[in-house]
């Protein structure tokens, strides 16, 4: 996991060459989630969105398709960017880097992101129309000044844990369902780490948009296949 992340960070270019290439476990129509399965919104921010810091192309439209499939789900996390002022995986901490080159920190190689989530900004803040009232738990990440956080499990550094892998073991939660921003980065890592904690992972790719920087959408894929995550549709799950 540690290396697949930092050849993902490292090379952007070269992504497509990460991993063997394993066929999807494509699931069966028709998944109705049960007392044990939980929907995952990954950031769905303002930052994200047109108009954002950071935004991700069309990322505004996982919004109504989020919003559809939580009323299969009793049980829902969403998840928040919220990173300090001058945080190090902002390109603007270091003199004369620009936004999407790379930096060397501590736990390895690090892509610099324009200023995006600040803590208490109105960037940071889940879109407005984002509803999903019944959500029990919001779990923010990329707050440690020194290490950025892509996955909901666990921060860019490998160690360092949410605790949101013992709160669902904690509640019986055996399958969690992914979507939100983006595909490539904060989707891609959320599901790897749910299948590395040995939950049964789902991305549900039309509830997902992508950044998809010099090919790491396609990465992204092929390292989640490997991982052994499920990749569907809104319409493969069942909603009454």
Known sequence: MKTDRRKLLTAMGSLGALGAVAPWALANSHIKPGAKSVLIAVDVQNCFVDGGTLPVAKGQEVVPVINRI?????????????????????????????????????????????????????????????????????????????????????????????????????????????????????????????????????????????IDLNGSLAAAWKNMAAKGVKRIQSSDIQLG
């Open 70 to 210: 939580s009323a299969a789900f009793e049980n829902i996390v969403v998840t928040q960017d919220w990173h300090t002022q001058g945080h190090a995986s902002f390109a603007s901490a270091y003199a004369g880097k620009k936004p999407f080159e790379t930096t060397k920190l501590s736990y390895g190689m690090q892509v610099l992101w324009p200023d995006h989530c600040v803590q208490g900004t109105k960037d940071a803040e889940l879109h407005p129309d984002l509803a999903l009232p019944s959500a029990q738990l919001i779990i923010r990440k990329g707050y440690h000044p020194k290490v950025d956080s892509y996955s909901a499990f666990m921060e860019a550094d490998a160690k360092t844990a949410t605790g949101l892998s013992g709160y669902l073991k904690q509640r019986g939660i055996k399958t969690v369902f992914v979507t939100g921003l983006a595909t490539d980065f904060c989707v891609a890592w959320t599901a790897m780490d749910a299948r590395a904690a040995g939950f049964e992972t789902y991305v549900v790719e039309d509830a997902c948009r992508a």
